[in-house]
């Protein structure tokens, strides 16, 4: 439909005079781009590492003209951040650790099986990052205040299991269908059961994978904020809400302080994310990471 | 004693764990919030009254549409920006630049939200902002209802346009080289080319990553709550917010979830096209 050969056209010309002029075009949409996209990286870095008293002028120098460490300093002695890293730390391990453990069964039994409601329930799965947060969180509060989880760990561990159900389960599933179902019938013909083959032939078998799962549930974890805001006390939060209270409530905020500490959550996300790349376009066509 | 199960027994088994989490933390809370909104109850008393459609009467009548509106506006703009921003620099990138760039442009979409929200108050800072240094104006961007809105919606718009190149990008890789070079030997310009060839093979991943995107924006929270708190004078107050703020700030339980209701009403919609679109 599109495009049918024509003689009277020399075959040649047309492909290498198009090339220079249109690789330009591409450097320059990337320069126009990227400045958006990189210079409030760049910001961020520059406003962490410049003294109090040369971020509070205007208008700010572009190009930073003193250097100083002091705003990782005083985070590092900051006791409650400290008590905040430790909640994320705890909660977004135990996190990708159970999501792994339920995304793994869930995509066994959605890959190697096949039962009455297995297409229903793999729609709604993944359907269900789609319902929104803010309106179940009104009603959670109440669930988990009747059941003493209020406040805890629990709380948000379980919360943000179930929010990365979808992805995990797809990307995983994924996996497992790449699989041979043939190893499964000689492991069944061994005399293997079912959980074994399971056990012992496709978890190992999808090992990277669930590496990669375990990754994205840490991430999901890790940047929640209106959850850690709502369902914990104080000294449950985690970092995001624990910085949103740390800095933003005073009258004069400490940007460079928090530029620092942006700097400092962001670093394993961002190492995450380099050891994910190759799972990225996969699993973000199935669902997403982010809410 | 495994053997006894049958495969489909089986199944069902693995899948407990994972359904139970479903049903406690995502199916009872719906339920329970749509019925929420036909009573009158409060998130700090016990007890509650049931009103019948009162709470979606005084929503009808007054403050749902300055939501819809708002909440339109928003997703509107930060899905169109996005996309456009996404489709431009997944096209450019795919014109042979090294693959490296694609890493580079991740870092908006990778950092946590709430980092997203502090590095742009920072930037819009109405005193010290860079923003206002490099254009030598004062203004009080997160302070006005016109430009808080488009703030917020830069900002969403600059985090997400990585994930809509991503996508697009994923789309393009797979659209076969020869279907290009055949239509340029026929005298095709690189618009023509692009209308002919690149928009309709894009046309499927596209259309789901639009609406992706459209739907995440539709029920956004963190950026609006941290930038704007949905002022000012409600003028960023979207559902997510406005549901959240009625709960948890007004403590009026009936009321929230009844926008809630309606949201989800319009949210339905959305997702019976995503569903239609996953599957085909």
Redesign the interface.
Known sequence: M?????RS?P?AR??RR?RPR??A???A??AV??F???A??Y??VV?AFTPDER??????S?VPTEITFDHFARLAQNEQLFGYLVNSVVVSVVTAFLSV???A??A??FS?????G?KS?M??????Q??????????????FSASGLLGSYGALI??F???T?PLC?WMLKGIFDTVPSTLMEAAAIDGA???RT?HQIALPLAAPGLVAAGLFAFVRA??D??FAL?LTDPDRQTL??G??HT??GEFQ?A?PD??AA?FV??LP??AA??FL?RY??GG??AG?V?? | MNRRLTDGQFAWLLMVPGLALFLAIIAYPLVSALVTGFFEQSLVRPGRAFVGLANYADLLGGDFWPVLRNTLVFTLGATIAPFVIGYALALALNAGLPGWLRGVFLFPWVIPGVVVSFLWLWIFNANYGVLNGLLGTHVSWLGDPTTAMIAVIVTKTWASFPWMMVMLLAGLQTMPKELHEAASVDGAGAIRRFRSVTVPHMRAIAGIAFLLEFIWNFQHFDTIYVLTGGGPAGATKTFAVAVYDTAFKGFDLGHATALGGLWMLLLLVLMAFYLRKENA
């Open positions: 599109t495009a049918t050969l024509s056209v075959i047309a492909p198009r249109s690789r075009a591409a450097w949409a990337v781009i990227g958006f996209g990189l409030p990286i910001w961020l406003t971020a509070f002028t205007f208008p700010p572009l453990l339920v995304s069964y869930m066994y039994a190697k099986f096949r039962y009455r297995r329930l729609h709604l799965v993944l359907a269900s789609l319902f929104p947060q803010a309106l179940l969180l009104v009603t959670l509060y109440a669930v379980l919360s299991t179930t929010f159900l389960v059961s079912r959980w399971l890790w940047n904020f209106i709502t995001p809400p910085l949103v800095y933003l905020t940007w928090l530029m942006s959550v962001s996300v961002i994310f380099m790349q990225l376009v973000l066509t997403a982010k809410g």
